[in-house]
Structures are given as C-alpha cells and as structure tokens.
C-alpha cells in the first residue's frame, strides 16, 4: 500500500493572510478539488462543542470546507457522532440527536 501524504501547517499567519485562508489552501493542496462532488451529499464530520470546551472544530472552519464542497457541486451537511462515552464537561447534556441541534441552533451556523 503506498504511503499517504501528511499535510501540516501551523497558527503563524502572514500579514494580510487569516487562518481560513491557510485551511482553503492546505484542502486545496490535499487535492479536495480533485474529488467529484458533483451532485453528490458530503458529510463533514465535527464536534459541535459545548458551553466551556474550547476543544473542537470552529463552525467558520467547517464553513470553509463547506463552501469548496458547494464549488464543486456538493451538497454539504453536517454530522455528529453521538456516543455516551466521550469526554464532555457536562456529561448530563448533549446525549441525543435533538440535543445536538439545539447546541448547533446556538451557534446560529447554517451552511
């Protein structure tokens, strides 16, 4: 089997150049343009996160991937895993799909 390419970058940022721009050009150099999505639904995997917890994907950097989906003509969505044995701050909360779409609804992110 023939080795993967790793790609990595870090939070340093030129003048004038945001992270979401470093992200747009790590995908593109991954070849994500390469993938046809055309007419096709693709699933971004994320966390949504939950009050206190700083440990998990931002939804403006799930928007970046979003919106190169939607260039190529893919119909982005987002999902979650739902498992009872993660870490959570609150273990009490966030136990179901519904759950998941309040804390998505809190956030106000739509694709």
Known sequence: ???STVYFTDFRCPV???QLVKLKKL?????IKDI???GKFVAIKMHFG???NLAFLRP???KVIADLCKEQGGMPFLTVQISTDSTRLQPDVRLSSV???VEQMKWK???
């Open 60 to 62: 403006n950097y799930a």
């Open 50 to 52: 939950e009050l206190g």
């Open 109 to 111: 992110f739509l694709l």
């Open 16 to 18: 004038g150049t945001s």
């Open 36 to 38: 046809d999505m055309d």
């Open 27 to 31: 995908c593109v150099a991954a070849g």
């Open 1 to 3: 089997m023939e080795k």
């Open 99 to 101: 759950t998941d779409c």
